[in-house]
């Protein structure tokens, strides 16, 4: 069964402009999570996805958002970028909502935001 | 905001010792887990234990949970080079958000 995967692996962009990241999960998983990695704060969780609905959101502000698709696949988008969004973005999928089941991580995307 | 704290932050050791880390967390969970991950790439789940669990093995990993102290011990044995990774662990209670510690980052010296 195929991973994870994410695409791009690299971004650059300059401040201020918008990016979209995105997330193909395992297959038959239905559940996706986002998790934004930095030195200083570690790794915070963004949202989570289960049949195309946000069930759950972290505390970032309001230019991070996603969405699901049908097949289970998502996309974030952070609009307006800022300096300090520059991070290592990880997807997770698992079967099932919540810490019900084992999430399974991508390899990420490294944005830098200059 | 993190739910778990991880001790040490850092960890050097002989290829061949073993290494243990520990997980304290905050709230109630009904699971906690382990993942590994190599500098900077995604993170690779390694054992999941349940609240109602107390110890769990896979092969050379040892993971123990005390809800009543509400913290969490990983032991890998008889390490090797490969095993230098930070490692986290991750907590959540119910239909919640997975929150995960701060890592320890362990140096598996050959």
């Known amino acids: 069964k195929a991973g994870v995967t994410q695409t791009p692996r690299y971004l650059i962009k300059t401040r201020g402009q918008q990016v979209t990241l995105s997330c193909s999960p395992i297959?038959?998983?239905?559940?996706v999570s986002w998790y934004q990695q930095t030195p200083g704060q570690g790794l915070q969780f963004l949202f989570e996805y289960f049949s195309e609905t946000q069930r759950n959101k972290g505390n970032f502000p309001g230019r991070f958002s996603g969405r699901q698709f049908s097949n289970s696949r998502s996309e974030m988008n952070v609009s307006t970028l800022e300096l300090g969004d520059s991070a290592l973005y990880l997807c997770?999928?698992?079967?099932?909502?919540?810490?019900?089941?084992?999430?399974?991580f991508g390899p990420g995307t490294r944005l830098t935001v200059l | 905001s993190q739910q778990g704290e991880e001790d040490p932050q850092a960890l050097s050791i002989q290829e061949g010792e073993n290494a243990t880390m520990n997980c304290s967390y905050k709230?109630?969970?009904?699971?906690l887990q382990w993942y590994r991950q190599n500098s900077g790439r995604g993170l690779v789940h390694l054992i999941l234990i349940r609240s109602n669990e107390r110890e769990k093995h896979s092969g050379r990993l040892r993971v123990t949970l005390d809800t009543s102290k509400k913290s969490s011990s990983l032991l890998i044995t008889a390490s090797r080079a490969a095993d230098t990774a930070s490692y986290f662990c991750?907590?959540?209670?119910?239909?919640?958000?997975?929150?995960f510690g701060t890592g320890t980052k362990l140096q598996v010296i050959p």
């Open positions: 997770a999928s698992s079967l099932a909502l919540g810490d019900a089941d084992t999430q399974y």
């Open positions: 709230t109630s969970i009904n699971n």
């Open positions: 297959s038959g998983h239905r559940s």
């Open positions: 991750a907590t959540a209670g119910g239909y919640q958000k997975v929150t």
